[in-house]
């Protein structure tokens, strides 16, 4: 009997340590990532600033292991710093634009043309970014070398099979 409760005594230990952990993890997420459930609200999306740090982070660190000459690695400082100033300026564009749209939407009337139009000249802006970029990254993979290359298809492959 003495182990049965010996086990009992461990097991709700463990348990009890285990729901406390979860409750303390839940909470800090709750206040740093604005919660889990956004009720009938909007998706944040990804407009915080450590998103922007983290994706700079992961070319840097893809970069890294490619090796890049003096070239490439000027051309890859263009890419990065035109991503970079995109991020940065898109943050502010954004959180203009939320601010706009809610304070229309707070309106007993609001101009939905307006806010339709708004949206439309930030799809396009956004596409004219994307296709700059898509240009830039053109550029640098043809002045990538073989091994290079395939070190880049390579990680691609490996990502596309991991989500399908």
């Known amino acids: 009997m003495k ?20 409750f ?3 909470a800090v997420l709750e206040n ?6 956004h009720g009938k609200g909007f998706h944040r999306g990804f407009g915080h600033k450590d998103v922007g740090e983290f994706v700079l ?4 660190k893809q ?10 690695q000027d051309k ?32 007993d009337a609001p101009d939905v043309s307006r806010l339709v139009g708004m949206m439309k000249t930030k799809i396009d802006e956004v596409s004219g970014i994307m296709g700059e970029n898509l240009d830039l990254v053109a550029g640098f993979y043809k002045s990538l070398d073989v091994d290079q290359k ?11 099979d991991a989500h399908h």
Not at 6 to 16: E, M, Q
Not at 57 to 60: A, N, S, T
Not at 63 to 71: Q, S
Not at 152 to 160: F, Q, T, V
Request: aromatic share 10%.
């Open 76 to 107: 890859y400082n263009q890419i990065r710093s035109n991503i970079e100033k995109h991020l940065t300026e898109g943050m502010d564009d954004r959180k203009a634009m939320m601010d706009t749209f809610h304070g229309e939407m707070s309106k």
């Open 32 to 37: 740093s990532w604005g919660g889990f459930r």
């Open 150 to 160: 395939n070190k880049i298809l390579n990680e691609i492959r490996d990502r596309m």
């Open 63 to 72: 970069m890294k292991e490619l090796n890049l000459t003096k070239g490439q």
């Open 3 to 22: 182990i049965r409760r010996r086990f009992y005594f461990i097991g709700g230990s463990i348990l009890l340590a285990m729901l406390i952990t979860g």
């Open 57 to 60: 982070w992961r070319l840097d």
């Open 24 to 26: 303390g993890l839940a």
